[in-house]
């Protein structure tokens, strides 16, 4: 068949199919004044308009391809009953809508909008308030998820959900969300080849974001601050994580970002400022850190064991309490190139690189380690001489641990 004849034959089944989709208006003077009529009368590829207005409704199932758009932010109410919105159908977009009084359960996660076994399907220009479960993707697939806001009013973990959350899903899109008061912000599980990137996630009462089991996934230009813990990543490989801003995740355990089990990783370009724990590390091997900034953290790299071939390469470290802190004499990880705002060597050839190695972990870190309670006496002069003497002759810490060009000036890019 010819170029021409196909390209003929594409032109009018398009032509055909705009010109039988209709648009169904919903309003509570209109012909149609609920959502699920709406959606029961449609033809596929419709698009049901809701008008400014509050429509009190739940368990709405979206069974074919259709595009659900709001008029000035219409409210629809779910009366603490349930779940609102469940999609069942590929080629859905919702857009536009105000969604509130999601049910709670201790059995069940209802969500404002679940999206279960799809794909293909845009969530945009949505607000969720008072919510369960916000946004809820169930073994779906190619979507999007732009430019929400998601405000939930958590108090306790166990009576609370997540605002987005992926399980079994893959190539999924989450931009420019913002997302606060929730339990996760954003929580993915065996979800791979996502890209999260330009959210807001704040306030949440236990991680920014944290996922499990989920391969292949890019973290860019994302915020968490504020968190009961700033990110988790657990179990998971061949992960990016490009400047992203981790702020003031403060508590006796928190982070803000914990790598456990995670291989083959790029941290580059990230932000990690007045957390408890810039980034806490246990059985994470060949991941580069590199152009990162680690300003006023408790400690900025917490490093646990089975920790091997990462390197740590122009990172700035600037007024940490700790610099690095390390529970074993054995290194296998390069630090190389990074300023280090302690370090009071020189610079005689005026290369810019300093002329004696900085040894990064202090004596008195360990210390803390094995017994927390001696951090009261963080600003002492003892300590300062036993830090002294420890970097003279290492009996506790690595002692091919340090850094060999640090440095001299702090690291633009």
């Not at 977009?93 to 049910?103: A, K, Y």
């Not at 599980?189 to 996922?211: M, P, Q, T």
């Not at 400047?243 to 580059?268: C, H, M, P, Q, R």
């Not at 007024?319 to 190139?337: A, P, Q």
Request: hydrophobic share 40%.
């Amino acid at each position: 068949m010819k170029k021409g004849v196909v390209l003929l034959i594409t032109f009018l089944i398009f032509l055909a199919f705009n010109v039988s989709a209709e648009t169904i208006v919903v309003c509570s003077s209109c012909k149609i004044s609920s959502i699920k009529t709406a959606i029961s009368i449609a033809k596929d590829h419709d698009t049901i308009l809701i008008k400014k207005g509050i429509y009190k409704e739940y368990d709405i199932v979206v069974n074919k391809p259709l595009s659900i758009i709001g008029e000035n932010l219409p409210i629809i109410d779910g009366e603490l009953k349930g779940e609102i919105f469940t999609i069942i159908s590929n080629n859905v977009v919702i857009d536009g809508l105000h969604i509130i009084n999601v049910g709670s359960s201790y059995t069940k996660d209802y969500a404002a909008i679940r999206v279960k076994r799809s794909r293909n399907f845009v969530i945009q220009n949505v607000i969720l308030e008072k919510l369960f479960f916000g946004i809820y993707l169930e073994k779906a697939r190619d979507g999007k998820i732009l430019n929400n806001k998601i405000i939930g009013n958590a108090v306790i973990e166990h009576s609370s959900g997540n605002g987005i959350q992926l399980w079994y899903s893959k190539n999924i899109v989450i931009e420019n969300n913002f997302i606060q008061q929730v339990r996760d912000g954003i929580y993915l599980e065996f979800s791979d080849n996502c890209i999260i990137k330009n959210n807001v996630s704040a306030n949440n009462l236990r991680y920014g974001l944290h996922f499990m089991f989920s391969n292949h996934d890019d973290y860019i230009n994302n915020t968490f601050e504020n968190n009961g813990a700033g990110v988790a990543v657990m179990f998971s490989k061949h992960i990016k994580m490009l400047n992203n801003t981790f702020k003031k995740n403060w508590g006796s355990a928190s982070y803000g970002l914990l790598l456990k089990e995670i291989n083959d990783a790029e941290i580059i370009g990230n932000l990690f400022e007045e957390n408890t724990i810039g980034i806490n590390i246990e059985g994470t091997n060949r991941i580069t850190y590199k152009n990162n900034n680690f300003i006023r953290n408790g400690w900025a790299l917490k490093v646990r064991g089975a920790c091997y071939a990462n390197s740590f390469i122009s990172n700035n470290f600037l007024y940490n309490s700790f610099d690095v802190s390390y529970n074993s004499k054995l290194n296998d990880n390069i630090f190389d190139n990074n300023y280090w705002s302690n370090y009071t060597g020189y610079d005689l050839d005026k290369d810019g690189v300093g002329d004696v190695p900085y040894r990064p972990v202090k004596l008195f870190s360990y210390i803390v380690n094995r017994t927390p309670e001696t951090i009261i006496l963080l600003r002492s002069l003892f300590i300062d001489i036993i830090d002294f003497s420890e970097k003279v002759s290492p009996v506790f810490t690595p002692d091919n641990l340090m850094d060999n060009r640090p440095s001299i000036k702090k690291i633009k890019w």
